[in-house]
Every structure is written in C-alpha cells, then in structure tokens.
C-alpha cells in the first residue's frame, strides 16, 4: 500500500458535507461528519451515481441521482446488507491521505490495438469530440497521442470535424478520421461525410455506440450507426466482441484509400476497453497495390489518333488531377495547348502559367469558356462534366480517369480512356511528340487575359456606397496573399466570385463540390493546416451565411494555434439565394441575415479580428491580417449586388 495525498487542507470540505478526490485514476468521495473523515467508493453501485455530489441529510449520505442512503462514515446501507466499499485514510496535520494498492499498469485493449493499425495505416489525424461513449477509445487515442504518433484536435462541433477530415482527405488523398459519441454526435457528422463521398475524399468515422446488451431497448442516445450510415459509408460495420478487431479497422482504411470513399466503424461501450490479449496490430505490408493503371491499347491508341489529328486542342483538369499535373503540364507544352479547370480543380494550373486559362463554368473566366468553344478537341482528365462546369458534349472528346464509372457518365464520349492519370498522360506523350499537328494558342492564350484584365480593371471602378465590392476585394487579394497557400472555400456568391476574380498562382483550392454545403471553409481550414502546419499558409474565404455556421470553431483554431487568416465577404445576406429567387421572377425573402460583429467575435476568442467598411483600407487591413502571426480574420463588408 503507498499513501497518496488526497487534500491539502481539511478545513476545506466542511463539516456535514462530501467531496470527489481523485488517486491513482479511480475517484473517491471524502466525508466529514461529526469530526470524522471517511473515503468511499465513489461509485453508488446502483447506477453509478457520483456520491461525491451527493449531501448528508439526516445523517445519511445520499446518492444524487436516485436518493439512496449510506452511512457517511462506514459506507453501509441502513437496513440492507450492501453499501460501498471504504478505503484506508489517514490525517497528517491538514493533509488528508487515502491508502491504495500501487497502481497496475495500463492493459493494452481493442482499441489501442485498432487505434495502432490506424497509424500503421497512414491515418495519423483525427478530429473530434470525447463523450461518455467513446472513452475506451479515447484512451486509446490519448497513449498515441502521448507517445507523439498522432495528433488528435478537439472540434467544437462534430460536423466540423467532419469537415475538416473531408478537407484534409481533399488536400493529402490520405484519409483523417472523425471522431464522436453515439446518437447526436454521429448524426452530426453526416453532412461532412457527404461531402467527403461525393467529393471522392477518403475519410474514416469512428464513432462510439452505447453497451451492446441495452441495443434494441430504447436506451439513452441509442442510434443504429450502421443503419443509419448506411448510405454515406461504402465499408460500415460495428464492432464486436468476438470480431477480428485488426482486420476490421485494416479493412476500414483500405477501402477509403483504394475507393477513395467513407468507412465508418462504431464501438459499442464494452467493446473499447476489451483486453487486447497479446494480439498484434496490423500494417499495410503486402496489404495494398500500386494504383498505376495502364490504360486497355485500343483505347489509347484511339485517343492518340484523336490528338495527333487536332489543330486546336484544349487540355480540361478537374479536382482528380491534382496529384498529375507535372505531367499533364508536360502533355500541355508540348502541344502548347490551353488548360482550364474545373471550380474544384481551380489553381491546378497557375493563371501566370503561359497555358493556364482560369476556371470554366459559373465560376470562372470567358478566358476558359472561349478556348472551349474554339476547340476542335476536348482532352478531359480527372472532371466529372458536372452542370455547373458546362463541358460541351458538341466537341469531339477524350475522357481519362481512373474510376471506369466515371467515364461518360452523363452523355456518350468520344474516347475513353480508363487508366491512372499520370501513366495514360506520359504515354500520350511519348506516342505524339513532334508528330502532332497542333498550332500553338499561347499568343491567343495571352491577348484574351488583357481582354479580360481590362474588364476587371472596369469592374473595380464600381461603386454604390453599399459596400466594397467582390472585385476589389479579390484584387486585393490577388496583391497580398501569399502565392503558396491553402485556399479554403465556402459555398455562395464570395465563391463565384472567388473563382472569376482571384488568381491562382502556387495555390490549392478545397470547396465543397457536388454537395456544395455552405458553412465548409472554417473547418476546412483546419483540416488543411493539420495536414500542412507551418509548411504552408492556409486562408479561408467565407460568406456571412457560411461562416456563421461553424463560427464556434475559432476557438479550435485559437486552443491550436492553428495559424489560418478568415477573411469573411459580409452583405448581411444570403446574396447567393437572393439571386436566384430574382432570376426564378419571385419575391426576395427570408434571405437577410442579422450578423454580430465577426471581427469582434474573434477577438473575443483571442485571435486577432480587423473590420473594415472602407476600400481605401481594405490594402492595409488585409496586410496586417495576413502577417499576423497566430489565427486572424477580417470582416469585409460587402456590397451584394456588386459580385
């Protein structure tokens, strides 16, 4: 037995009352009654209720959560023959002293094992929230986290999280995994996980499930998980006792790598705690396969036929080229042909590259829509010819990816080419230097950006009075951002704008996609500076609307010292919708917004919050925000109608 102090000065838990202590991770309830002290078992063994926020009444202690009596001193219950079990104590001057057997060392479990083949696995990030039931596995995050082989970041709220884990998949193409209790806090992370789905960014779920035995009852914040998760999560299982634990979290992350999808595991209460047994974790070794895919000949020859015989090709990239584009770059230059992107594949080619073009579509440039229409060959890599990027099904195409489902999805195509991107490019390469018959469009490339330079420099004469406008912003930005950055992107009209006015230089770009859900820069950004830290600079871009729906987690990124720049486009409006109730001919409503000071909201949070109204401040007001060092945001605000 060793003695561990307990209390530094007895006066402090006064006559007639109790109190929790805590020694070796086990909580105890002291007692003084009638000049006696007593430590008990905290645990009332009915339901577990803290007898340590119990009172004496009527010289009984009583259990707070269901009014049953012990006596103070003994622990017994008067009148049955159970009670709660009392440990040795002892009083050294002020000092009280609770005797306990040394403390045993920690037992490996599950989930530590699961938790390790995780890492092993390359999942290294997680975001989330700790709740009464995900302990165990909590745990388990905690000893790696303590042994520096993980980081783990405390959301705020688990949809951001969940975002921020769709975000980080985006940027690496490695999953993060999300993180919260059963019932409330899953269902939370729905919305962040589909956008991970439809954005093809692998991601993990794990989430913690009340105790099997009371599944089916109608327990406290019981949820059926898989149930539930069954169309977000392409791998979906609860964990069991009897389950090949490993094998099941290797499994989980395999199918987020290879499919780049959701798996989702959950752990009932029991599970998480259940001893490991000298098992052994899992690693990848001889697990998975390299994913450089040679493309079937004849559709590469195909394709190659197609591009010698083309004068006026134009090269299109969406967000599923990101990790090809030097050599999709190199296919470019040597037929010195336009590139354009996608929205969510923008800044895949920089806008001071010779070749580079701007975004196509909605959000993007009449650079990128002229050299489409001129074209007389579409060669399209990694896009997924979605509504608001508007590639023409009129011009002769060729299509590569690497998921055979994407492949003419929506509308017949010319040619296509299933294959890794990387691969299929160099091997077009390799079969068309120099015997193409190509003209080169970089003379063109650079008169059509003067055209459209001269129309921006138009549009910043603008000027209601109602705010500064998205283009002046943007050129602002376009002179002060740094040009390595993570671009975290929200849904609504400061993104369109964002696409048309800003200009790419070294930048990646992470929005919301196919979900489009407003609210994702703020928690993207968090899941880009966990993937890059100091590497890189990270700003969030943000309407009022969005921002205002995560706008708790700057205090993430305050507790982190994450150091991201928020700049927030207000207009008090969802401008967005406003629009589009105009263009639909009905009436605008229910599109205000009522704000609080955003500026003053962050500093309140302790990071650094500049506002600014006036566009003759907005230059120096953004400098001192993007030189700050530590999270910072700026408030613009905005003219609406000026986008």
């Not at 980081?151 to 490695?174: C, D, V, W």
């Not at 009852?217 to 609860?238: C, M, P």
């Not at 595991?265 to 259940?274: K, M, S, V």
Request: with cysteine.
């Amino acid at each position: 037995m060793r003695w561990i102090k307990i209390l530094d000065d007895k006066k402090f838990l006064q006559e007639g009352r109790v109190m929790t202590v805590e020694a070796n991770h086990k909580q105890f309830c002291l007692a003084h009654y009638k000049g006696e002290y007593s430590a008990l078992d905290n645990k009332c063994p009915h339901q577990g209720g803290p007898l340590g926020e119990g009172s004496i009444e009527k010289g009984l202690l009583r259990c707070p959560w269901h009014g049953w009596d012990y006596d103070p001193i003994s622990g017994k219950a008067p009148g049955f023959d159970d009670g709660v079990e009392k440990f040795p104590l002892k009083v050294e001057g002020d000092e009280i002293y609770i005797g306990l057997e040394e403390e045993k060392p920690r037992e490996t479990t599950v989930s530590d094992l699961m938790v390790e083949t995780m890492i092993n696995w390359g999942v290294d990030t997680v975001f989330g929230m700790v709740g009464h039931s995900n302990l165990g596995l909590a745990d388990a995050f905690r000893e790696k986290v303590n042994e520096k082989k993980m980081q783990y970041i405390a959301i705020r709220h688990e949809g951001g999280g969940a975002f921020a884990a769709s975000a980080y998949g985006k940027l690496t193409g490695r999953p993060a995994a999300c993180f919260a209790i059963a019932g409330p806090g899953s269902t939370n992370m729905f919305t962040g996980m589909w956008d991970a789905k439809v954005d093809r960014a692998p991601l993990l779920a794990l989430t913690g499930q009340v105790a099997t035995q009371v599944l089916g009852t109608g327990n406290f914040q019981e949820l059926d998980l898989v149930k539930a998760f069954g169309s977000v999560a392409e791998f979906n299982h609860r964990v069991q006792s009897d389950s090949k634990h490993t094998e099941l979290m290797a499994l989980a992350v395999k199918h987020a790598i290879l499919n780049r999808d959701v798996s989702h595991l959950t752990f009932p209460d029991e599970i998480q705690q259940l001893p490991a047994k000298g098992k052994k974790a899992q690693t990848p070794e001889g697990r998975i396969t390299p994913l450089d895919i040679t493309p079937p000949q004849s559709m590469l020859k195909q394709a190659i036929e197609m591009i010698k015989a083309a004068k006026r090709p134009v090269i299109i990239v969406g967000h599923g080229s990101r990790f090809h584009m030097d050599t999709i770059t190199e296919l470019a230059e040597e037929l010195d042909c336009p590139v354009l992107t996608t929205f969510k594949g923008k800044g895949l080619i920089s806008d001071h590259h010779a070749l580079g073009c701007g975004v196509l579509g909605r959000s993007g440039t009449p650079i990128a829509s002229h050299f489409m229409n001129e074209s007389d060959l579409l060669i399209v890599m990694g896009a997924s010819f979605s509504n608001h990027t508007g590639i023409t099904p009129k011009k002769p195409t060729i299509q590569i990816d690497f998921d055979p489902l994407a492949l003419s999805k929506f509308h017949r195509v010319d040619c296509a080419v299933w294959g890794e991107i990387s691969v299929t490019a160099q091997l077009i390469i390799e079969a068309v230097k120099g015997q193409h018959q190509a003209e080169s469009q970089r003379e063109e490339i650079a008169q059509r950006w003067s055209i459209w330079q001269a129309e921006k420099q138009k549009r910043l004469s603008e000027d209601r009075g109602q705010g500064i406008s998205a283009s002046w912003v943007f050129h602002t930005m376009n002179e002060l951002a740094p040009e390595n950055a993570v671009m975290c992107v929200d849904v609504g009209n400061n993104a369109y704008s964002f696409g048309r006015y800003y200009e790419s230089k070294n930048n990646s770009f992470l929005m919301s996609g196919y979900l489009g859900s407003i609210g994702f820069a703020l928690p993207a950004s968090m899941g880009a500076w966990a993937a890059v830290k100091n590497e890189r600079p990270v700003i969030a871009v943000a309407g009022d609307g969005g921002f205002g729906q995560y706008m708790a987690e700057m205090m993430t990124l305050v507790k982190y010292n994450m150091d991201v720049k928020v700049i927030i486009l207000n207009n008090n409006e969802l401008g967005k919708i406003s629009k589009e109730q105009r263009a639909l001919e009905v009436d605008v409503w229910a599109t205000d917004l009522v704000n609080p000071d955003f500026a003053a909201h962050a500093s309140s949070m302790g990071a650094k919050g500049l506002k600014v109204r006036d566009k003759d401040r907005l230059h120096a007001a953004m400098k001192e925000v993007l030189e700050h060092d530590g999270p910072a945001l700026l408030e613009i605000c905005t003219d609406v109608m000026l986008v």
